[in-house]
Nanobody, 126 residues
Framework: QAQLAESGGGPVQAGGSLTLSCLAT????????RAWFRQAPGKQREAVAA????????YYADSVQGRFTISRDNAKNTVSLQMNNLKPEDTAVYYC???????????????????WGQGTQVTVSS
């Protein structure tokens, strides 16, 4: 099965930028979608962005549209999340996910993904 490892989190001031990366290793050939989710303390995990790795089609949550950009490098089995104009409400643990059901299941729902990383903390201070 696939293993996912996130990197790039850390503290940042409001208005700043961070780029998260997710490296997929192991048995990944049958996965065709990647996504970023986040979970703030006391809140449910929510979708941030998703990408279908074959064609590069992207999806974004309304709260990050225009500020965040998801991209993939299939040769390196890596998906990135460029986060600009960060706000304190973006503070959360960010999780990478990989799925096998592109075009079949909703791209911004947790149930559409089969593999998850351990998460990386992003803290935005005002």
């Amino acid at each position: 099965q696939a293993q996912l490892a996130e990197s790039g989190g850390g503290p940042v001031q409001a208005g700043g930028s961070l780029t998260l990366s997710c490296l997929a290793t192991g048995y990944t050939w049958d996965t065709n979608s990647r996504a970023w989710f986040r979970q703030a303390p006391g809140k449910q995990r929510e979708a941030v962005a998703a990408i279908y790795t074959g064609v590069g089609k992207t999806y974004y949550a309304d709260s990050v549209q225009g500020r965040f950009t998801i991209s993939r490098d299939n040769a390196k089995n890596t998906v990135s999340l460029q986060m600009n104009n960060l706000k304190p409400e973006d503070t959360a643990v960010y999780y990478c996910a990989a799925g096998k059901s592109a075009w079949k299941l909703p791209p911004l729902e947790m149930g559409s993904y089969d593999y998850w990383g351990q998460g990386t903390q992003v803290t935005v201070s005002s």
